[in-house]
């Protein structure tokens, strides 16, 4: 609870999770003991030190295809840190969660589009929390201990649910932290990406990890917090439950002026509207070979 008296303490934080801190209280404190735990000797409010320290961002313009793919080498894409920038809690719009498992190609088209459609409301690009981007490829160990507090400084949740999404155990630990810390359902948006894994079949319990004892310590903070891994399994499964209901009502609602799309099943209008919201000759992927970044807004 002392990372939670700390972070209540700084502005925007304070306002999100003054809201929801009577009711979500023990998974608060669940959420401060995954920070103090992944730290292994750090306590929670050196975790918060260094989260402050380390939190940055990246403008979706500096990103590129190629980030989106597996690195086989350590230092491979060194380079995408240099491209971030430090920020402050509640100054990024989204934490991308995603699992490096799932389609690279994929992945970068569902964003694109996203960009799109952010940029239509707002008026500029997004801000956005990358792994590859806004951590330190050398000193991952630090920076992983801090992601609870990187997780609850972004003002959104952005989920790009492929097939492993739900086998991947940092994702769906993502997922519990962004609501646990103060985050709302309403501030989840859920981008399937190649099918929806099944979620009747999900258990924490099966989850894996790269690293067995990130996995032993997120599985034990897990069976310790309120609830345990029945309440654990049951909070990640309403939250994508809702997330996907609203997708498929958005795709729904934006496909209602276009009679040939009313014929097509929801998870083809997704599809349909991500592919369609990318302007014809230029997918991302072209622009990717030509060696160019992304566009400004009033391009084209």
Known sequence: LLLLGVLLRLPGVRTRV???LTSRGPAVSTAAGVAALIGRRKTAAEVLDDATTLLRCVSFDALCFEDFF????????????DRSVPAGLGEID?????SWQDDPESKWDALCAWRERFA????????????RACIDQTNITDALSCLPVFVAGCNSLLILCGPTYLSRLWCVVEIFVFIAMGGTAAQVE???????????TFT???????SRGDRQR???VVEAGHGGVAEFNAEVKAVLRSAYEAALSAAAEAARPKSPMRALSPMRQ??????????PGRSSRSRQASGSRWPTLDAG
Do not use: Y
């Open 218 to 220: 997120l599985l034990e």
């Open 18 to 20: 003054q809201a929801e």
């Open 94 to 98: 989204a934490f991308i969660s995603h």
């Open 204 to 210: 924490v319990s099966a989850c894996e990890c790269r």
């Open 70 to 81: 597996l690195s086989s080498e350590p230092g491979e894409h060194h380079g995408a840190f």
């Open 190 to 200: 859920l981008i399937p990406i190649d099918g929806v894994p099944s979620l009747d």
């Open 270 to 279: 997704l599809s349909r509207i991500a592919m369609d919201s990318l302007s």
């Open 120 to 131: 239509l409301v707002h008026g500029r690009c997004p801000k956005v929390w990358f792994d």
